[in-house]
Each structure stands twice: as C-alpha cells, then as structure tokens.
C-alpha cells in the first residue's frame, strides 16, 4: 500500500490538523501530488519580509488562502534608522489579492506603508474581511479607516497597534452601520485625536461579543465607568487619559464599574495618571494576567501596592520608575510572570534618574521561575549578575539587554560583558533573540557562535573589534534568521567568507559599519538571490567607494531586485551598471 | 538632553577608514583590528577607547540610540516639554445672529484643525475656511465661514497664514452664514 494512493481529501483532512508554516512546507516537499493537494489547502500565510516573494506567486502558488500576514520594513526602522520613503509599500499585494483572494478574511501587517487607497480597496473587494491588524504601519488616515468601517460587513477585529494615523477631523467611527454588531476587538490607542464618543458607545453597545477594547488617550477617564458598564464582558481594556480632578463621585463610578467587569485579564493606557485614581482597578488585579503601564508615569510605591495585587500577572511592560525596590516586589508576588519589559523615563538624561539597577532584574530572575522573555533598559550591569541571571533561568526564550551609555563596562571589574552575556547563551539553550549591550569584544561572538545554536535574531550596537566577531556569528549560529548590527567594526572579510549563509537567513541589517562598496557589489554579483541594498541619503555610494557603506540591507528573494527603490537606495548586484543618480 | 556619546565609525575620520580597506584574500586571524596602532593585547581597553570615542557629532545619530521606539520617546520628551506650558490666550467668537459669545483658549489648540474641531463642536455647525475640500458642499445649509478680526481691524477668513502668525495677529473670531 503506497501513501499516495489514499484519496485526495483524505489527505487534504490530515493536512488540516498541521497549522504550523514549518511543518506544512516540509508536507509539500514529500512528493509532487502532496505538493499540489497541500498547497490548495494552505488557508494561511506567513512573509516575514515582503520584498522575498512577489504576490502574484504568493497567489499562483496558494490559491485558498484566507489569512495573509506581511512585513515589510526592517526592524531598525522603529528607531528611525530607515529613510522615509524606503519601501513596504502594501498596495501591491492589496491590489493583487483583490483578485486572487477575494474570500480573503485576514490581513495582518508589520511595518508597512498602508494608503487609504490601500483601505477603500480592501473594504471593496473583499467582501468576507473580518480581521485587520495593522501594526507599527503608516501611511494612511481615518478616512481609509471609514472605508473599512462602513464596508467591511463582518469585521471583527480592527487593530492600529502603533500604526502613525492622520487624523484629518471626521468622524469615522459613525461610518460603522447600525447593523455592524460583529466586533470582537477594537485598538484605536494610537489616534492622536478625540473620536466621537457618542459613536463609540453606540458600537460598544451593540457588539455583545466584544472582548478587547484599546481607546486612545482623547477618551476622558470620566467617560471610562459609562462605558465599562455598557461591556463588562471585556477581556482586554485599554484606558484613555487616566486623569481627572479628584472627586469621590468620579472615584467611587470608575470603581464601580471596573468591578463589574469579572473577566478582566488585561489592561494598558494610563496616559497622564493621577496616582488617587489607581486604587480604582484594584478590583480586578486578582486575575490580571497583563499589564502595559508604558505611558504610565506612576513612580515606585504606587506601582508596588498595584502589582502586589495581582498573583496572576504573566507579562508586565513597565516604566524604570518601578525602580529596583519595585522588581523586588513583582519577584515577590508574580510567580506566574513570563515577560517582563521595563522601559527608560528619561533615555536622553546623561545621570540616571531613578534608582533601577542590574539588582532588579537579579531579582526578578530569582523569583519567578517562569520568566523567559526580558526587554530591560539600565545604565549599569556586570558580569556576575548576567551569570547569575543566566543560571537561574536557563528556560530563557528572549533577551535583550539595553544598557543605555554604549560600551559601558562591567561597573565592578570594568572588564567588558563578555563573561555575562557567554554566560546566558551557554546556559539558555532555546534563547531565540538577544539583543546586546554595554562594552563586547569579539569573544562574546565567539561564545555567541558556539553556544547559541537555537538563536534566530541577533541585535548588536557598538560592540566587537574585527571581522572575527561577525564571523563568529555567521558560520556558527545554525538557526540565525535575521541579523541587525548598528556601528560596530565588522568590515567585507566577514560577510563575503559567509555569503552563502545569508541565503539561509530572512535578512542582515548593517549600519555604520566598514563594509566596502566594492564588497557590497562583489556580494551582490556573487549571490544573485540576495538583494544586496545599499542606503545613502547623500548620493550615489560608488561615487565615494573609499568611504565604507552607510547602511546595508541584504535580504533573500525569490523575484530579483524590487522596483520601488527609492533613489537613495541601491541594489548593488548583477553587471548592469548601477541606475544613474 | 544628552546624546550618543561614541560616535560611529563611519563618521570617524578618513585615517581610520582607510585602515578598514580591504585586503579580501587575507584570511581571519585573532587579533585583526581596524585600527594599525592596537596593541597585541586586544583585550587592552585603552585601545577600544581610542577606536571608539572619536567624538565627531553625526547627527543623524543622534535619534537612534538608545534604541527606543518613537512614542515612548516622545512621551520622554513631552514630559520635559510641559513643565512650563500654562500660558493662555483668550479670545472672543460670536456667531452671526447670536448676541451672546463664546470666549475660547487659542494656545490650547495644536493648529487650524483642532480649533475648527473645537468650533464645529461649540457651535454644532460645519465651519468653512479657507482649507476646505468640497466635500463639505453636501451640507451647504448648515456651513458657517470662520473669520477674524487681525490687529490693522480687518476682516479675514481664517486659515491663509501659518498658525502661529496667525496667533500673533488675531484679536476675535466671527462665524458667519455662508454666503
């Protein structure tokens, strides 16, 4: 009996139980006949970087899909590292999918340039949307997004995750009709200007299943109770500005109402608080399970009484207001915690101006036995604590260490962080991101290249000496996808002795670096399916070739070089002569 | 506000780039450096220092470390900023046909889009000025021109100047039927 003599929607039912990219690709690999039964029954994909494939092929390949998901600039774009204008532009595959997809139901999008173009063509075409996810995206208005209000009849989840809106006035929440009553989520956090209330109490009103619900900052926090009375059934709620004058009524109403909402496990906001306000959400600390306090400037004793209530909390994002003493108290408390991100108040202040230190997360280290994803901002570290760190949580998934003076030694020994960081590579075995900080020679590479085989994004700054560094990386982390480096020394030497390993890999990200321009075109001639893109705001790089290359973005890509570059961006590959400037 | 104190080494100066150059059938060796003056002891930290703390101020450095994303960079910066914003500025608008006026705080608004916000909203109108789409012709019974009275006593219609020349010269606001 041969496998391939089973019918063909037996195995298509089979295929259905395997959800993971990962796994169906290798199904597709088997033989031709399950290569052609998989990819008609393939409902959702993944591209991690939007420039790797074209649409046309996404589509030809995959005829079925109903859930899209996209990302288009790198990562270093969040700080401002990639020129306005590079690229990511969504229309493209909205303009495609329009056609090959028109059952389309999800679209969820990562650093892309959206227009409302973009939005009124969706909201058009596809007429089952349900689930838009526009995340750190930008481009676009609330008049695209009163195109999707008014269109889009099944709409379930609308979510602007810190997405830079234009907010022209309209009102464009009033353009969802009466008979929407479908949403499941709502994320306008990120809308700069007041939405009409009185729009968005009658929407919450009439969706019963509505279950997240993230306002911006505009929502008043005397109109937070009317509207957490109307939906108590709220999982996830984002407060707007968390500021009132102080008057018991006001007081006692929030209260009130926050303690009607029994299914509460997330809340975030807390723009501007006003800390006699707080005590308010305390009724639903017992079952807490997340909590964003980014924006919240509430300093260490108030944050203590809150996160002291809350046994259940599993990912906590913070200010360094919290402050060590603070730490100590979530150690103490959260046992359940498995993220914990704490942010700079001041990141520009020369002298640190709140008392956090490498303890509080020695500490947090300690006390919670499942935590496995750190993002921690600091100005000081050494060796011993990262070790220590290290051998207390060798589940560590994610870490990433920002101390905030580049280069700062080990502040005991003033040795570099070498130590510390082999330390957690060498004990957390599944670590799958690290981003490094404070003073790193190349022998942190090395321990990195050694030890960190299940590694798959790396982030280093102004660390390392020579090309060994960055060899260490390329030819020993196995698993390594993406790979973002930002004024550090490694030249071409390095990156040509690894240019096959850069196909295997999403993408390299290399800014203030040495590498050549003559190295960039020798790659780019070499591997013809990496795009090997040079940024250069001030002109055309071969015009200065003893100067190393600005910034460096080198990706895999099945479709040759794209045709929306910019004309600071070239694609340094292939004998044609480079465009003329 | 302090700033990234080791510049990068693109923006070091030429010696040390050319340093950097290629010799691409060197092989790598422990101990390669960019800088020829290292010592043998790479590890020495006088060296890394000198690599490094070329302080030549690149500006577009200057908003990308520490690697923080833009809002929670803002937030820090509004923080700084609003220590000192309490100043007002009052002024008078009536609406044709109204005898009695509203008084309305113009340093409280960002620009001409937020103060026609605020007046749309005070006078439950759609108010007319001189950036408008023709969008708003669909409602031409209830639109009201938005003018002021500028420091020389004449009246204009709002919008043509920058707002904070704008803020400089205006004395009150009028909202008249469209004509």
Known sequence: MSYSSLPEDVLEHVFSFVQSDKDRNVISLVCKSWYEIERWCRRRIFVGNCYAVSPRMAIRRFPEVRSVELKGKPHFADFNLVPEGWGGYVYPWIRAMAGGYPWLEELKLKRMVVTDESLELIAKSLKNFKVLVLSSCEGFSTHGLAAIAADCKNLKELDLWESDVEDPSGNWLSKFPDTCTSLVSLNIACLGSEVSFSALERLVVRCPNLRTLRLNRAVPLEKLAHLLRQAPQLVELGTGTYSADLRPDIFSNLAGAFSGCKELKSLSGFWDVVP???????????????????????????????????????????????????????????????????????????????????????????????????????????????????????????????????????????????????????????????????????????????????????????????????????????????????????????????????????????????VSFEACKLLGQKMPRLNVEVIDESGPPDSRPELPVKKLYIYRTVTGRRIDMPGFVWNVGEDSALRLS | MGKARAASCSSSSTESSTQIRRNLSTDLRLGLSISASQQDDPFSLPSYLCIFNVSVGDDDQASDWPPTKPLIMRRALEEEENEGSSATFFVKVYMEGIPIGRKLDLLAHDGYHDLIRTLDYMFSTNIIWSEMDGSVSAYSETCHVLTYEDKEGDWMMVGDVPWEMFLSTVRRLKITRAM
Request: proline fraction near 5%.
């Open chain 1, 276 to 514: 006699a306000y707080l005590p308010a959400v305390y009724s639903v600390c017992s079952g807490l399970t997340t909590l964003n306090l980014s924006y919240a400037t509430i300093q260490s004793p108030d944050l203590i009484k809150l996160v002291s209530q809350c046994p259940k909390l599993q990912c906590l994002w913070v200010l360094d207001y919290i402050e060590d003493s603070g730490l100590e108290a979530l150690a103490a408390t959260c046992k359940d915690l498995r993220e914990l991100r704490v942010f700079p108040s001041e990141p520009f202040g020369d002298e640190p101006n709140v008392s956090l230190t490498e303890q509080g997360l020695v500490l947090v280290s300690e006390g919670c036995p499942k935590l496995e994803s750190v993002l921690y901002f600091c100005r000081r570290m050494s060796n011993d604590a990262l070790v220590t760190i290290a051998k207390n949580r060798p589940s560590m998934i994610r870490f990433r260490l920002c101390i905030i003076d580049p280069q700062t030694p080990d502040y005991l020994t003033l040795e570099p962080l070498d130590v510390g960081f082999g330390a957690i590579v060498q004990h957390c075995k599944d670590l799958r991101r690290l981003s490094l900080s404070g003073l790193l020679t190349d022998r942190v590479f090395e321990y990195i290249g050694t030890y960190a085989k299940k590694l798959e994004m790396l982030s280093v700054a102004f660390a390392g000496e020579s090309d060994l560094g960055l060899h260490h990386v390329l030819s020993g982390c196995d698993s390594l996808r993406k790979l973002e480096i930002m004024d550090c020394p490694f030249g071409d030497k390095a990156l040509l002795a690894n240019a096959a390993k850069l196909e295997t890999m999403r993408s390299l990200w290399m800014s203030s670096c040495s």
